[in-house]
Structure formats: C-alpha cells, structure tokens
C-alpha cells in the first residue's frame, strides 16, 4: 500500500514537471533569439535550445578586425538614449560605454563645385529638415515618405530666409538629409516607404549613440549565464514540421520537429522563430510544414526587407581633422531631392561617411553609408574596384588629386548572407504597421481545444514601435517569452535586468 502510493505520488510528480518543463527551441541567435532564450531560463525554463545558422552568435550584431581594432560590422548605433531603452541601459550595466565619445564631432561638408559650407547654417537647415518627419501627420496612409518630404523640403527651400548668400545650397542639403533618410530606413526608393512608417515608433528612441566598435560585445555578455552546451552553432534550420505528434525516445510525443540542414531533428512543444524577415521571404514556403497561414504569409509579402552596406577605408594618415565625426558630400544642382538609390548612378549615393572615433582606438577609418539597391551593387565590387571608385569620388569633392587612396578596404555583406538577406524591415506605401503584429501572432495546432503555441515569432521585424532596432529585435524575443510564461502560468522569476514597458505589444 505504502509503496503504491509512493509511486502513484511519483507518477503525479512526472507528470507536473512534463507539463511544466516544455522543450523550447530558439531558431536564431540574434538579440532577438537572445532575448528569447534568456528571458526563458529567467522565467524557469530550462529545457532551451537556441540555433545558429552561423559559425557565430549575434546575427546582424557582427564584428570584423580592420587595422588595429575590431569594428562593427552589423548594428552600431543605440537608439534612444534613456534607462527604459534595455539596450542602452544593458550597454551601460555591461561597460560597453565606458570608451565612447559623449561630444559630437564636427561636420566636414564638400559639394562638387567646391563651394565652401558653413557648418552652422547647414547644422539649421539640417534640423528644420529633420522637423518635417516629426510632425503630426493627419493622413499617413497611402501618402510615401518622398512625395511628403519633397514638396514640404520644396516648401522649407523656397521661404528659406536665413542666409541668403547660400540660398542656392539649401535644396543640396535637405537633398542629403532625403539621402541620409535612404540609409536609415535601407531601402532603394523614399517613394516606396509608407508615410507612415514611424506612426507607432515609441517615444523612447530619441537622441542616438554611435557605439561603433561596442556593440558586438552585447551578444555574448547576455548569453554569458546560458548553458553553453545548449547553444548549438552552425546548425541550420531545414524544415519546422508542427501541428504533427512525434514520438521521442523518453516516450513523450511533441508537436513540433525541427530538421537541420545536417540530417540532425529536434523534437519541442514550442519553437521561437526569429530568423529575419528577408530569410522568411524567401524560405517561408519551404520551411514551414504545414504551411503558414494566409494572414502569415500576407504579411510577409507585404512588410519589406531593406538594406544597408557599410564600406570601411582604414587609411594611412587621416586627411579630415581629428574632430571630424562625419563628411558629407553634396551636389549643388543635383536635380530636387531625388531620393532613390540607384545602381546605374551609384556613386551619387555614396554621400555619407562617418568618423570611427577616436582615432587612437580605430586608428584612420570611415565608414561610408550605402542603401538598398546600391549597397547590394557595392557587395559585388571587388576590393581593387571600390578602392578607386571612392578614391576618385573623394579627391573630386576634395578637389585634391593627392589625397591618399585607402590602405584596406572592407564592405559587408548583409544581402548576400543567406542568413540574414539584407538589413532591417521597412514598411512600404500601401502596407498598414499592424502587419507586424500579425507577423508577431503566435501558430496553436489544430488538434486541441486551447491554444498551445506551438510556433512563435519574435525579431524587430514584428514590433511595430521599435522596428529596425537592437532593443526591438531583444524586446521582441523577451515578449515571445512572457508569452510562454504566461501560457504555462509562470511568473516571478529573478528581477529581470534593464526591464522593458509593456507598452511594447
Ligand atoms: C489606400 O489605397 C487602397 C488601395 O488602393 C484603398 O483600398 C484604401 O482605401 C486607401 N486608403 C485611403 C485612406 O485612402
Ligand atoms: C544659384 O542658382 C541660380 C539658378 O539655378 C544660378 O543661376 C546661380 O548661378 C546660382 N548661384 C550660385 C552662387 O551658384
Ligand atoms: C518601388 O515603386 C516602384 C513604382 O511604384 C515599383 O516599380 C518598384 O518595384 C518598387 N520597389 C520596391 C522595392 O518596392
Ligand atoms: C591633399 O591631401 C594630402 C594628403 O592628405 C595632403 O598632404 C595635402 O596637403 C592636401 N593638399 C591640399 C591642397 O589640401
């Protein structure tokens, strides 16, 4: 009798602990994998996998040594400057900002009939530009962030009163700032980004930080208390069968098989996709089995993925003063804000290069900003090519033919990396910001009565208030957690580090 009630009570003990130890694998080590994985194990979840298609963690947080350091290759920039941004607060905690520059650098500005710029009334022009994307729009929707920005630039051009000895390079200017705006977002054409692109953008992400040579320690200091064995690297993902009943050896059956290129299978009752939105664009239909909903997959195809290549030129000796944080290059009678990014004229879009300060930890590096279509042309340059390229290009808007070509030139590869396919997500005219929370919606099979959340989705790619982000792609992964936890009603859990607002899904 003793003995049956022991194992009876044995028997209820397993089943509890099954029930509350799913088997949870992460597809993707980016921050949005990260955030995922480790706000698990937070939350007491200790049945967690996390997968990288990669030789590295970090995903589009990546690092390459140029000269005499190492240099980011992938995000650099904190945006949002506050606590309750976890990226910037992690940073901080981790000592990731100890070295940065707090002052901005000077402005250096050439235009290609070598006018002379002041810095103060270009700094002015530049702000008032930067104005008329911050104010209330009353009708976003099918309205594109070029149309909007050329006839209100077109505005601010004509009843410029400031300085008038340089009225002629007012629509030079706010042409850059058109440019730079390419860049931001990554993609090829202003006329194809939603107006209403930064609608639901948190309030939290003013003021940005260039922490250029930083940012890919934060991967590993946040996975520094994650089991190292369940890190598995190199490991790319094939085929996610769910809604099936697969058997295992411990006896169990689980919803969901995840197969790996190599032949390997991972069996789980829960997995986190956060594979990019270009990697699902192009592999969403083969991936999933079954397929994705329609929903799903509407709103795959209608977010874009945009792009952004960097080139990095170390130099020999500097030929911009040491203050010098960024070097714009403009075209006084570039026709009024073309703000395209086109291959057959490329080197028009390469107008933007910044500073990696200081120089005694860089040593004489920039980096120049290539978008879309254009970056994806930069990718296929062979080093020789591009070197000559921008070494013409610069010494003609510095109109000095001895200006030092590049000792070593690097340009990433974001579009043509099978595991990423580009950069970050952009919203194009027509395409509504909820997708991406549609994107974010959790698959439940079709088997039981409740939901069991058998596929989940996280990467800055399905949050609409900090899309294109670092903290977006973490916050995401942290969200798909709660989510679980909330499912498997767990709560508590050690105080999270650098929380986040709720106010994010
Ligand atoms: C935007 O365009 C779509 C498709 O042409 C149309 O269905 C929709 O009503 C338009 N929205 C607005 C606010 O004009
Ligand atoms: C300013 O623009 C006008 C009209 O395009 C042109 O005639 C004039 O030469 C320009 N002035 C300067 C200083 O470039
Ligand atoms: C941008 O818009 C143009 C014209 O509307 C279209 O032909 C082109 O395919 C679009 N490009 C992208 C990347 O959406
Ligand atoms: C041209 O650039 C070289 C190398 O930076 C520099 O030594 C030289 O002084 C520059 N010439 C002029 C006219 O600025």
Redesign the pocket.
């Known amino acids: 009798m003793q003995k049956l009630t022991w194992s009876v009570l044995f028997l209820v003990i397993s089943a509890v602990e099954l029930k509350t130890n799913p088997k949870i694998v992460v597809v993707g080590a980016g921050m949005a994998g990260i955030g995922a994985a480790t706000q698990l194990r937070e939350l007491g979840f200790t049945d967690v996998t996390l997968l990288e298609a990669s030789e590295e963690i970090g995903g589009r947080i990546n690092k390459a040594q140029l000269g005499k350091a190492w240099i980011d290759t992938g995000a650099q920039y904190i945006h949002g400057v506050v606590e309750t941004n976890p990226v910037y607060c992690l940073a901080k905690k981790h000592g990731l900002l100890d070295d940065v520059l707090k002052e901005e650098g000077s402005w250096s500005i050439f235009t290609d009939?070598g006018?002379k710029i002041s810095q103060k009334f270009a700094e002015n022009l530049y702000t008032a530009g930067e104005k008329i994307l911050e104010k209330e729009i009353d009708s976003c929707d099918n309205n594109t962030m070029g149309h909007y920005f050329a006839e209100e630039a077109q505005k601010l051009t004509d009843n410029w009163n400031g300085d008038t000895?340089n009225?002629?390079l007012t629509s030079s200017i706010l042409g850059k700032l058109g440019k730079d705006l390419l860049v931001t977002i990554g993609a090829s054409d202003l006329n194809n980004v939603s107006l209403c692109s930064w609608q639901h953008f948190s309030d939290e992400m003013k003021g940005d930080m260039d922490i250029g040579g930083n940012m890919f320690l934060l991967p590993s200091k946040l996975l520094e208390d994650f089991p190292k064995e369940n890190i598995l690297l190199k490991k790319p993902v094939s085929r996610i069968e769910w809604d099936g009943s697969f058997s295992a050896p411990d006896a169990r059956t689980y919803p969901v098989r995840v197969h790996l290129l190599d032949g390997g299978e991972i069996l789980a009752d829960h997995v986190v996709v956060t594979i990019s939105l270009g990697c699902l664009k192009a592999q969403a239909s083969s991936l999933f089995s079954p397929h994705l909903p329609e929903d799903k997959v509407h709103a795959i195809n209608h977010l874009e993925f945009g792009s952004i290549t960097k080139i990095f030129l170390e130099y020999e000796e500097p030929f911009w003063e040491s203050d010098v944080s960024e070097i714009s290059l403009l075209w006084?009678?570039e026709s009024h804000f073309l703000m395209k990014a086109d291959p057959n004229q490329w080197l028009k879009s390469l107008h933007l290069f910044t500073v990696m300060r200081p120089r005694e930890k860089f040593g004489n590096v920039l980096i120049g900003w290539c978008a879309g279509r254009v970056g994806n042309h930069i990718e296929t340059m062979s080093e020789e090519e591009l070197s000559a390229a921008v070494t013409d290009h610069l010494r003609a808007f510095t109109r000095n033919s001895s200006l030092p070509a590049p000792k070593k030139v690097l340009q990433t590869q974001w579009q043509s990396n099978p595991f990423t396919r580009g950069a970050y997500t952009y919203i194009p005219v027509g395409t509504d910001p909820h997708e991406m929370d549609k994107l974010a919606l959790p698959l439940s099979g079709s088997k039981g009565t409740e939901p069991d959340l058998q596929v989940l989705f996280a990467g800055e790619g399905t949050i609409k208030t900090l899309y294109s982000t670092v903290q977006g792609a973490l916050v995401s992964g942290r969200r798909e957690a709660e989510r679980l936890a909330q499912h498997h009603r767990r709560t508590g859990g050690p105080l999270v580090v650098c929380p986040f607002s709720s106010d994010h899904y």
Request: hydrophobic share 0%; no cysteine.
């Open positions: 009939k006018s000895e009225k002629n006084e009678d």
